[in-house]
């Protein structure tokens, strides 16, 4: 079949060749008879102009022979000879000036001088004795008619052809010439009438091959010859002729001639025309005719070529058909799916193997069947609004039950897609696919994401969840809680605006744990930070770690963060680390952190050559209060009295409460033991005024006692101790003073008092 379809094209083809062949032959022999009828249309047209331009010029010398003839008559009459001179001239020259393209008629005698002139009565002065023509007349070597070179005028200085006969005495001796002249201007003239065309010409030669006139005009060709030639041989052979000639014309092109004798005259007239001027309107019409001619030879062989073209795109199409039907079969046979086609009435049109495992029906047995044959009268009515819709154009799209021929539940998804043909539905294609498993996974999938979630908003952390972007995906309600925003309201937006860190320490923001674990950066412990409520502005202490969400294939798809509310343990740790250096009752800084001050205070003043006090206090009658008002006033007296002492002291001064009703107060960067006593007086100062106890008035006394560095010792240990014996021996002194201790193993009388000054 392949070679038959081979053969049959190769034949198409040649046959092609072959008509196009004799369509290119046709074509040549029509442009090559017009071009003989071009060339001989040229030569008969040649021939006419040759004739024409003899009769032209054969009349004018005739004219101008006859008139010469008449002067000749007239010189050999004595008669006329002895007439008056105008009288005279009238008679010689009456027809000389009818003559086109002649000058005027000269009589010279016998030694060349001008005798007469038929323009004037007083003869020019000239001899012509040199002329040819009188040289010729004058040896008797010519009779009739002369026509001499062609000369410049020595009147005007324009070239002439003179034209001449001799007269004699009345013995018959020579007695001089007549001379006539015709001006080579009329001979372009009548020749340039011709308009031959580029590279043509005209040529008027003597019959020995003196060029006389030529056009276009060339003075230099003027009396040149062409004796002895071939050319000339040519135009003596024949009176009359036609020849297409090479390389004859000035340009060497080639040319077709036609000449002719002029009459009886010494003259020949050649018509050269050039054959590019001759075929100029052939080679237009061959060029158009061969354009043509090729052009329908190509079209006819590409015709050819794009038929067999086409016949073998056909016949491979045909197979490519035939070879896709099957290949569409087999893959719609291998479909998971059931897929069929059918027509506006609902009739099978084709369908895949798979409905017999379905339904168990075949293929083949399906085709031409309705719908409701196979999908039974329940089934096919709830398909039937779907298939309705569907063949209105409308796509459908929807999920169904059905029992296969095994009694197997199965879930499908059906679609209709309409096959619309402009404005018409021709017919619907079905296909159903099985997703039980599918069904039966996202029920198990569902339950799954049903454990997560309850599992999530039941934890007490917060749990974020991000994609591989930062895009929040996931909140779960105690991270709705501390940032302030809700799951929906922050789903998809960047997690650093929904959750920031910030440094517990300076406030500025931190990097963001779940950015680096989607980088693939690697945490090793939680991150500590703050994170403020969204509208609420309150401030949480977190502790967040944060994990990369990977595939199976480890790319990163996301980053989920737990974050760990550990406000109440930093405030517990705050106050725990609070109390370890200060007093819980009244918040004045213990012992532990008065001796660090104490020692920094030391070495300060030992530095810069400076003084420190240290004072211990006690109230005078406190357990009294205790005893009399409770142990619960007792307290709020102590707080009232801490708050007054850390108003008598400066900023940088240091209060301590040492226990029960006993302070100490640090005084650093003292001059001299006089600083020391004034804050003792304001301290005593601020006792003076009673407390208020629940609205109770309370006055009570304190005792002091100072000891001052470097005085009193050179260690917060040393000058502790003096305090505490000069307040000791202030209150056994009288109390409601503060004494100065008087130095290292002294006696108590040399203790110093200060009293309280007045007022």
């Not at 001979?187 to 040529?203: I, Y």
């Amino acid at each position: 079949m392949h070679f038959s379809r081979q053969f049959f094209s190769h034949r198409l083809i040649w046959l092609a060749l072959l008509v196009s062949l004799g369509i290119g032959l046709l074509f040549a022999r029509t442009i090559w008879t017009m071009r003989e009828d071009s060339w001989d249309y040229a030569s008969r047209t040649n021939a006419n102009l040759a004739s024409t331009l003899e009769r032209s010029i054969g009349g004018t010398l005739r004219s101008l022979d006859e008139s010469l003839k008449g002067v000749v008559a007239g010189l050999e009459r004595p008669e006329v000879m002895a007439l008056p001179a105008d009288i005279r001239n009238g008679v010689l020259f009456d027809n000389s000036l009818q003559v086109p393209g002649s000058g005027s008629v000269l009589v010279v005698d016998d030694r060349g001088d001008v005798v007469l002139d038929s323009s004037t009565l007083k003869p020019r002065q000239a001899n012509f004795a040199d002329r040819d023509y009188f040289l010729v007349f004058a040896k008797g070597s010519h009779q009739g008619l002369h026509v001499g070179r062609p000369v410049p005028s020595r009147l005007t200085g324009l070239y002439i052809l003179p034209v001449t006969r001799a007269y004699h005495r009345a013995d018959g001796s020579f007695a001089g010439v007549v001379v006539g002249a015709i001006r080579l201007s009329y001979f372009d003239g009548l020749f340039g009438s011709l308009d031959l065309g580029t590279g043509s010409r005209v040529d008027l030669y003597r019959t020995d091959g003196l060029l006389i006139s030529r056009f276009p005009p060339h003075q230099a060709d003027v009396n040149t010859s062409i004796a002895g030639t071939a050319a000339l041989a040519r135009l003596q052979a024949d009176a009359v002729g036609i020849d297409a000639v090479d390389a004859a014309g000035a340009d060497g092109t080639r040319q077709l001639q036609a000449w002719e004798h002029v009459g009886a005259y010494p003259l020949i007239v050649n018509v050269a025309q050039s054959s590019d001027t001759v075929l100029a309107k052939w080679h237009r019409s061959a060029w158009v005719l061969g354009v043509f001619s090729v052009l329908l030879m190509a079209g006819c062989v590409g015709l050819a070529m794009l038929f067999v073209r086409e016949l073998l795109r056909r016949q491979a199409v045909s197979a490519e058909l035939r070879l896709a039907e099957r290949d569409r079969q087999t893959i719609l046979d291998n479909l998971p799916s059931l897929v069929s086609y059918w027509d506006a009435d609902l009739n099978n049109r084709f369908a895949n193997s798979a409905y017999d495992t379905w339904f168990g029906v075949p293929a083949e047995q399906l085709r031409g069947r309705h719908c409701r044959e196979l999908l039974g009268p329940s089934l096919y009515a709830m398909c039937e609004p779907f298939l309705r819709s569907a063949l209105r154009g409308e796509r459908q799209l929807f999920e169904c039950t059905m029992v296969d021929k095994a009694g197997v539940l199965r879930h499908a998804i059906v679609s209709y897609v309409p096959d619309v043909d402009g404005h018409v539905v021709r017919g619907v294609f079905s296909q159903t696919t099985d997703i039980t498993d599918r069904k039966r996974m996202e029920e198990q999938l569902f339950e799954e994401k049903e454990r997560i979630r309850l599992t999530l908003q039941s934890i007490g952390d917060a749990v974020i969840c991000t994609d591989a972007q930062g895009s929040i995906t996931y909140l779960n309600p105690v991270a709705e809680r501390l940032t302030g925003w809700q799951a929906f309201d922050a789903a998809g937006s960047q997690v650093d605006a929904v959750v920031c860190l910030h440094d517990p320490a300076t406030g500025m923001p931190m990097p963001s744990p779940l950015r680096q674990a989607i980088q693939g950066v690697v945490q090793e412990v939680s991150v500590r930070g703050v994170v403020h409520h969204r509208t609420s502005g309150q401030r949480f202490d977190v502790q967040e770690t944060a994990s990369p969400i990977t595939d199976r294939h480890g790319a990163v798809t996301g980053a989920v963060a737990v974050l760990r509310d550990v406000t109440e343990a930093v405030a517990m740790q705050a106050r725990m680390a609070h109390l370890a250096q200060y007093d819980a009752l009244t918040d004045l800084p213990n012992r532990l952190l008065l001796q660090d001050r104490a020692q920094l205070a030391i070495a300060h003043a030992r530095r810069d050559g400076r003084s420190l006090a240290v004072m211990y206090i006690d109230l005078d009658g406190f357990k009294g209060v205790n005893d009399r008002l409770g142990h619960d006033m007792g307290d709020r007296l102590l707080v009232q009295f801490a708050q007054r002492l850390k108003g008598a002291v400066r900023e940088s001064d240091t209060v301590c409460r040492q226990g029960g009703d006993e302070f100490v107060v640090l005084l650093p960067g003292l001059e001299d033991v006089e600083g020391a006593c004034s804050v003792a007086r304001k301290i005593l100062a601020t006792a003076a005024t009673p407390f208020d106890l629940a609205g109770e008035p309370l006055s009570i006394g304190l005792s002091g006692g100072i000891a001052v560095f470097p005085a009193h010792g050179n260690t917060f240990e040393e000058l502790t101790q003096h305090a505490d014996a000069a307040m000791y021996t202030a209150k056994r002194s009288g109390r409601l003073q503060f004494m100065l201790y008087a130095g290292p193993g002294a006696e108590p009388r040399v203790i110093k008092q200060l009293l309280p000054e007045p007022g």
